[in-house]
């Protein structure tokens, strides 16, 4: 512990002329620098389009967006398990079950509501089929990243940020950091060096972080667990 301790402090002096910002499992020596700015969801190019909405449906398209941007990061940031992303998404939809349950229902009102065929339960049915659609189709959206590290190291920082807003304001985090989000999909790496869209880590032997590794002084049992 005291080497990699050690360790930590000299990657932090030889960081501090290029670096930007200290970061956990951090790709770059100097991250790209991403768009930033609030949005409503009704901008083209932050989510899918919901013709006709009203700001309700339009926030809770929003909302719904940043859940499924964070479901993503979940399953393809694992290779880093420093970013935490399986925690905090899992984390997120429980302290955040409320409004994100409340989304979902604003959203296949709407569906129904705009349903072109079929009446009553027929139209529940179309609009039933138009959430599923919709679902697929942002799944689709958020899966189609460019640079899977700057994707997971941005997802991680506004994962953080879902987790710890207050309950019933996931919504602002979504207003205020989906088109950071979105910039992070594209294809950027680092920018102290040309050429490389990050640092390949998977060399890196890593202590497991299961409670069964370490004992009672948080000593880790090397000949137990081994490195990874």
Known sequence: ?????????LASVLCT????????????????????????????????????ATPAETRAGLVWSL??????????????????SVSKYNAMLKDHEVELKSALATLNQYFTRTAKTGRGRGRATSGTAGLDQYGTRLYSLFSNVGS??????????????ALIAPRGKLYTVAENRMRELRSGMLLLGEQAFDGRLGFDTSFIRRPRFEEACWDRRNVYNVRGCGWH
């Open 148 to 161: 899977q590290y700057l994707f997971c190291q941005t997802t991680a920082d506004i994962g953080h940020d």
């Open 67 to 84: 859940r499924a941007a964070l479901n993503i990061a979940a399953l393809r940031c694992q290779f880093e398990p420093t970013l935490l």
């Open 1 to 9: 512990m005291r080497l990699l301790l050690g360790l930590l402090g």
């Open 17 to 52: 002329p290029i670096c930007t910002t200290p970061a956990a499992a951090q790709f770059f020596f100097k991250s790209p620098e991403l768009t930033r700015g609030p949005v409503t969801g009704a901008e083209p190019d932050i989510t899918l389009p919901l013709p006709g």
